[in-house]
């Protein structure tokens, strides 16, 4: 089986093609931006061409929610037309890396594969009409839960805290209040791993199915770092909650986040530098 890693520079593209590949699977990483010959990546800028391979494993979007949300309709219209290129190289197998974005705020509950959706803006719409566009080919996608580790976006909350943690004498976020279900980036590689060698035409959440707010994790990582500094949030938003269900994942690929979020961001936070 021969695997192409789209986004293969980016946070959750590295981590999918490292664990492929230390796994024996023949997997080749592509970027729009980067070739890399001695990391085995190469550039195409617009997914026209690429090498042939058996599954595709598709990450390549912008991870800078506000800068899409600027951007509007001419980056839901150009990413459409781009991702519509991926399907011309004949892949038996295709499987594209969500979001949790797709999903509202403010539902108590754990939010179901199965649900009516109505994303919140173009970042979510955009990520939902990719989904359409490969389920309508038979592909399967992974809707990513707040994903963390080391090469994560420094526009991360988490990667925020910890920046903080190492060098300030307060935590001064926007708010305190969002809960968000957390994962480790080795774990969300596995599930691709797992995607990767089944063929299913479905949804599915790669999430830990539990919620923790941006308060708990700042006084985790504190705990990890030793510190004990002051926090302060510029809003209030106490409604702010978004946790998947998971049991679909369970069932149809036997996955569960190994990593307990202590464990994940301990890891994370010694391996990005020390206090």
Do not use: C
């Amino acid at each position: 089986m021969k695997v192409i890693v789209t986004g293969a520079t980016g946070f959750l593209g590295g981590w999918t093609l490292r664990h492929l590949r230390n796994r024996g699977i023949d997997a080749i990483g592509v970027s729009r931006s980067v070739h890399d010959p001695v990391r085995g990546i190469i550039q195409s800028s617009d997914w026209s061409e690429l090498p042939r391979a058996d599954v595709l494993l598709h990450f390549a979007e912008s991870n800078n929610r506000f800068a899409v949300n600027q951007q509007g309709q001419s980056y839901f219209d150009t990413t459409v037309e781009q991702t519509k290129k991926l399907f011309h190289h004949g892949f038996s197998q295709l499987i594209y890396a969500s979001s949790i974005a797709v999903y509202d705020e403010g539902q108590a509950f754990s939010r179901s594969v199965r649900e009516k959706l109505v994303p919140p803006d173009f970042y979510g719409h955009t990520k939902l009409a990719i989904e359409d566009l490969f389920l309508q080919k038979g592909g399967t996608v992974l809707r990513v839960a707040n994903a963390y580790g080391t090469g994560m976006s420094p526009m991360n909350v988490i990667s925020h805290i910890m920046n903080q943690v190492r060098t300030a004498d307060l935590i001064e976020l926007g708010s305190l209040d969002p809960i968000r279900d957390y994962v480790w980036g080795g774990d969300i590689a596995l599930a691709f791993n797992i995607a990767a060698h089944k063929k299913l035409n479905n949804v599915y959440n790669i999430a830990s199915g539990k919620g923790h707010s941006v308060r708990q994790v700042a006084e985790i990582i504190q705990k990890i770092a030793n510190k004990n500094l002051p926090m302060k949030e510029r809003e209030y938003r106490p409604n702010s909650i978004i946790i998947l269900d998971n049991q679909e994942t369970l069932r149809d690929f036997s996955w569960i986040p190994e990593t307990k979020l202590e464990d994940g961001l301990r890891s994370t936070f010694f391996s990005q530098g020390s206090p």
